[in-house]
């Protein structure tokens, strides 16, 4: 069956150090994986996606993820956090059932950016 | 991408009433789709809408607690029956364009029940 783990429920990090946040996804077949970011009473909004092209992926607000399929990863990373990084972070994996694409998501992770 | 509005944005609601919720896509679309985001958790699919015919419910979701229509391609509600204070979540509206793996979402429904 096809899911998604995120490794840590929050992480901090200093304004302008660098993010890390981490998803490992289980899956039969090569998978569709998202993005996915929540800030503070608003809705979802798509940072970036794979879908078995480039193995390295660019999102929106400089993040990028980086498929790696030896190690079932699709970690989220920036180089330098900006205070309105902080928000809910949500990795998902698309499947094809019963006719369709669904989504399976994450249990998010906040991401806390202290000053 | 699609704009997806969906209202109300939120509601407190008396236990054992209803309350429907409408999500207006911008764009005719084949897959709608309804999630409820409990507390501080992540989302879960409660159904597929489907424009024409009955919609689809996940596990743990039934229709009598959950109606959802869908008259046509760009609208759907849902409704939230007989609430109790475990009802208490965000509902979000999704839709995804056919052909394409990115989903797009309604900014939500934030519904407290007392």
């Known amino acids: 069956a096809q899911s998604v783990t995120q490794l840590d429920s929050h992480v901090s990090v200093s304004e302008g150090t660098p993010v890390l946040l981490r998803c490992n996804y289980s899956?039969?077949?090569?998978?569709?994986l998202f993005w996915y970011v929540q800030h503070p009473n608003k809705g979802l909004q798509l940072l970036l996606k794979?879908?078995?092209?480039?193995?390295l992926v660019k999102g929106i607000n400089g993040f990028e993820a980086e498929f790696k399929k030896s190690e079932t990863s699709f970690h989220l990373t920036k180089p330098s956090a900006h205070m309105s990084d902080a928000a809910e972070y949500f990795c998902?994996?698309?499947?094809?059932?019963?006719?369709?694409?669904?989504?399976?998501f994450g249990t998010g992770t906040r991401l806390k950016v202290l000053a | 991408s699609a704009v997806i509005s969906q209202k109300p944005s939120r509601d407190i609601c008396q236990r054992g009433t209803s309350l429907t919720i409408q999500c207006q896509v911008d764009?005719?679309?084949?897959?709608m789709f309804w999630y409820r985001q409990q507390p501080g958790q992540s989302l879960t699919l409660i159904a597929t809408?489907?424009?024409?015919?009955?919609?689809?419910?996940e596990s743990g979701f039934v229709i009598d607690k959950f109606p959802i229509s869908r008259p046509n391609l760009t609208f759907s509600t849902l409704t939230v029956s007989n609430m109790s204070p475990e009802d208490s979540s965000i509902y979000l509206c999704?839709?995804?364009?056919?052909?394409?793996?990115?989903?797009?979402f309604g900014q939500g429904t934030r519904l407290t029940v007392v």
């Open positions: 794979y879908t078995s092209a480039a193995t």
């Open positions: 764009s005719q679309v084949t897959m």
């Open positions: 998902v994996v698309s499947v094809f059932t019963s006719g369709t694409y669904k989504y399976i």
């Open positions: 899956s039969s077949y090569s998978p569709s």
């Open positions: 999704s839709e995804r364009v056919p052909m394409n793996t990115e989903a797009f």
């Open positions: 809408a489907n424009q024409g015919s009955e919609a689809t419910y």
